[in-house]
């Protein structure tokens, strides 16, 4: 360790442009917007019973989209959406499977109703066939599963009386495993009740919206092999005339094993695309100071929708309010623009703030930004996540990713500069969850952007009814917004960039082709 040069840093400090920086008074002006009670008042209105949970599509969440466009404006934000506007609309299908056009048909007959007899599970545009492989056993893995030798083969798995769905079925647990073995597709074979059967069919045949571009087989709409449910009474006398002795092969435990059948099974789905509806992000600008680094970009993520309604529970309540997940992260985007938009001079790189929706149904707001930035997405140094700000524990908040890149150790000395907040930042605590992949910065991460998640950790209310305003802690989440200005204005300000981990650059940016 050597001493700092006091010589150097005293011409440093001479030399520096008035511009170069922000006063200390400049700063905590910024800062001291930053309020548990404005957190808490903003909560309350994208979180009241009034805004329904916030599903995507909903009239509820344009109306939270339109409020934080509003709150952008104000503070004097440049618009990042669409045409001169803070909205970003991306585009859903409302799909369907056409039943009486898709077929579902065993070589030598028979072909199966659908849904009486058989039922994609999810719909897609989609033509396969391939020969009949049953596959048996109580394990399965990836090691295990590739032995079997399943490409282009239509899996088969017999389901048991005792267990009509697969719950606890280890095969179909281990579907995973399966399907990167790229079959032509896997028919689970049940002999589930008639009453059953309805709520099951039902269920999967029901319409879903889905983004336009994963309908077209975008980026995250590689068709994974189509999921076929078939009720054993209808194919088992194909099975049987093969020489498939179906109650013996349900009795196989160990290893996985395989039964190839001379049968080949034709899957031919055809969808029914119906009303084309679009969702909102909402997207606010602050221009750098500098008149080079200004074309560099610092994101702030947090996600305006939730889950919606769903039953009432005990006491009448029907609403997932979605206070901490994730009005909470979002609110923290509002107040960090805010105390942005307050600073002089701006900050030397400029920042996006963004809250985008669909992220409980798929990342898929924050995955049509990252597909149509309004700035390339070379140009986004960082991107700072905010999903669940607002309970727990006092004093830590975890940061994930910061294995990853610098930021970690930029969180860290930043982090240690400001012993005030009483907030500690701490690294990913739950592994196992994978969280990394679970929220928005996924999206930039994957384009090459350096992120850091902060996040709260789940809780018992955690996508119930009970995620309601009057939980949040606003005062601790006032903490981690600070921290969080601190981080984004150190990385603004910064000479250089975020590195990855080179490592970490190669299997996250980088993974292997399957
Ligand atoms: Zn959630």
Partial sequence: MNRPNLTVALALALFASPLSAQTDQSVAKAVSTITPEEIIRRIGVIAHDSMRGRATPSPELEKVAT??????????????????????????????????ASTVVVSGGPSFRIPGEATPVGA????????????TGSAIDATSARQLEL???????????????????????????????????????????????????????????IPAWQADGGPSGQLRPPLILVREAAIRAALERRGANIAA???????????????????????????TLSAPNAVGILEGSDPVLKNEYVVFSGHMDHVGV???????????????????????????????????PRPKRSLIFLTVSGEERGLWGSEYFSLHPPVEMSQVIADLNTDMVGRNWKDTIVAIGKEHSDLGATL?????A??????????????????????????????GVPILFFFNGTHPDYHGRGDEVSKIDGEKESRIVKLVFYLGLDLANAAEKPKWNPESY?????????
């Fill in 418 to 447: 400001h012993p005030e907040l009483n907030m500690t930042a701490i690294d990913d605590i739950w592994p196992e969850e994978h969280f990394y992949q679970r929220s928005d910065h996924y999206n930039f991460a994957q384009k």
């Fill in 506 to 514: 190669k299997s996250i940016v980088q993974p292997p082709q399957p």
């Fill in 124 to 135: 897609a545009d989609i033509e396969t066939s391939g020969k009949v492989v049953i596959v």
């Fill in 67 to 100: 409020f934080i466009g509003g709150e952008f404006r104000k503070f004097g934000l440049k618009p990042g959406g669409d045409s001169g506007r803070f909205i970003q609309r991306y585009p859903l299908h409302r799909i369907q499977l056409d039943t009486v």
């Fill in 249 to 275: 092969l349900r009795q196989t435990t160990g290893p996985a094993q395989r039964t190839p059948m001379d049968l080949t099974m034709s899957i031919a789905l055809k969808l029914q695309t119906g009303a």
């Fill in 412 to 416: 860290n000395r930043v982090n240690a």
């Fill in 310 to 344: 769903g039953t009432p529970d005990a006491t009448g309540d029907s609403i997932f309010n979605g206070a901490d997940d994730d009005a909470s992260g979002t609110i923290a985007v509002v107040q960090l623009a805010q105390a942005f938009s307050k600073l002089t």
């Fill in 151 to 209: 490409g282009g083969t239509i899996v088969v798995l017999l389901l048991s009386p005792e267990d009509p769905t697969g719950r606890n079925n280890p095969l179909v647990r281990g579907l995973t495993a399966i399907n990167a073995q790229h079959p032509a597709a896997t028919v689970l074979v049940t002999p589930v009740a008639d009453q059953a059967w309805r709520v099951l069919s039902t269920n999967a045949l029901a319409a879903r919206v």
